[in-house]
């Protein structure tokens, strides 16, 4: 958790922006955190929340922490601060959940000062839940604010977005980066310098790469060992990709049993309960431990494409610039030079442009990621000529 001099280290421009408001008195009842992921913005959100709930700020987004609303707050036990996050193995927001918050939101504050409704991934926001919050975004109670955190902007309804004041978040820059990765992940030499250029400023990609670097290194060299059977990838791409989801189900099935053994040992440790609440307790555990297993597949699907885009990356500055230092995957250099002899510019940026059309609704659609990657694939290696379109492509995979 980011303190609030690390906020300001990190994030000035929108710790300012948001100081400025409120000191001028003209903080909108709706903000949007706007952020590339894991740079601050729940803290933020949470910084934010606490100060207009203060009885006694010392300033702006400078709350008191001693005040009746400040303990209830740090306790997770304010009444009148109400948070929703997308849960369970779909990562999207859930319409009851969203229609509870809008509900609690338009209710009369319980504390008198304010009413703060917080919206994490927002981007998940299903489209009858979106429509429900923009009617309360159009007449919102006096007091009431929302905070909407999001990674994807571009995925929030247009009506919704001109209704908020933007507050952008940066990456994290080079030096700050390498400085905590260095220091919290324990990264030298090569590693760090692989870590912080592949996570592009984001720390939770930097925290994900640190703890999987040798799968890492095996996955990009397999593709592309793929991508260099130009010609005859049918058969290396199904089996690849076979490899990829058989890896994934391993990682399932190892959460399941993890998660029984979890349970087990909060049943036991709670048996003293009254028998109804402690099922309450386990559902709420278990919704929770799916929810972060959630987001590790996630981030194990994202980072299948960003693999795929960083060996396209390596190809194309050694074809632009000729120069074998800036390959960033030294380890693969023979078969980064095969494949800038082998592939056209004009070819890896169509191949660039397929991934990030799909990447998207494949990471957070409960899409067969290993079928979408291996239409990618057997795509891509197709000879010079027999290029064919990117959906023909998916659909002879069987997806």
Not at 79 to 84: M, R, S, Y
Not at 234 to 242: G, L, S
């Amino acid at each position: 958790m980011m303190t609030t001099a690390e906020l300001d280290r990190y994030q000035p421009d929108a710790m300012g922006a948001l100081r400025t408001a409120i000191q001028r008195g003209r903080l909108p009842h709706a903000v949007i955190l706007s952020s590339p992921g894991h740079v601050g913005e729940d803290e933020l959100a949470a910084l934010l929340a606490q100060t207009l709930l203060c009885e006694r700020p010392a300033g702006a987004l400078a709350p008191c922490n001693e005040c009746p609303q400040c303990h209830l707050f740090k306790t997770g036990a304010h009444p009148d601060f109400n948070e929703v996050r997308p849960k369970g193995l779909m990562r999207g927001i859930k319409t009851d959940d969203m229609l509870e918050l809008i509900g609690r939101l338009q209710a009369t504050a319980l504390m008198g000062r304010a009413k703060i409704g917080v919206i994490h991934q927002a981007e998940s926001l299903r489209k009858e839940s979106a429509n429900r919050f923009l009617k309360t975004l159009e007449e919102p109670m006096p007091g009431t604010y929302f905070i909407i955190v999001t990674t994807r902007p571009e995925r929030l309804l247009p009506t919704i977005k001109s209704r908020c004041q933007v507050i952008r978040l940066r990456p994290f820059d080079g030096s700050v980066l390498r400085e905590r990765a260095g220091v919290e992940l324990g990264l030298r030499g090569k590693d760090l310098e692989l870590v912080c250029t592949l996570s592009r400023g984001r720390w939770r990609r930097a925290c994900f790469l640190a703890g999987h670097l040798d799968e890492y290194r095996v996955l990009i060299k397999d593709l592309a060992s793929v991508l260099c059977a130009r010609g005859t990838a049918a058969a290396p791409a199904a089996e690849c990709a076979r490899a990829i989801g058989d890896a994934l189900k391993a990682g399932r099935k190892a959460f399941d049993e993890r998660c029984k053994a979890e349970l087990s040992a909060r049943a036991r440790e709670w048996s003293d309960i009254e028998p109804k609440v402690r099922r309450e307790m386990l559902d709420a555990l278990e919704e929770d431990l799916k929810s972060a297993q959630a987001a590790d597949e996630r981030d194990e699907k994202a980072s299948l494409f960003e693999a795929l885009i960083e060996l396209w990356r390596d190809v194309l500055v050694l074809q632009w610039t000729g120069d074998e230092a800036l390959v960033l995957h030294q380890f693969l250099l023979g078969q980064v030079k095969s494949l800038a002899a082998a592939y056209a510019g004009e070819e890896i940026m169509r191949n660039l442009a397929d991934i990030d059309l799909v990447r998207g609704p494949a990471v957070y659609l409960n899409m067969r990621i290993n079928l979408v990657l291996q239409g990618l694939l057997a795509q891509a290696a197709q000879p010079v000529g027999q290029h064919v379109p990117l959906r023909r492509a998916l659909l002879a995979t069987g997806l």
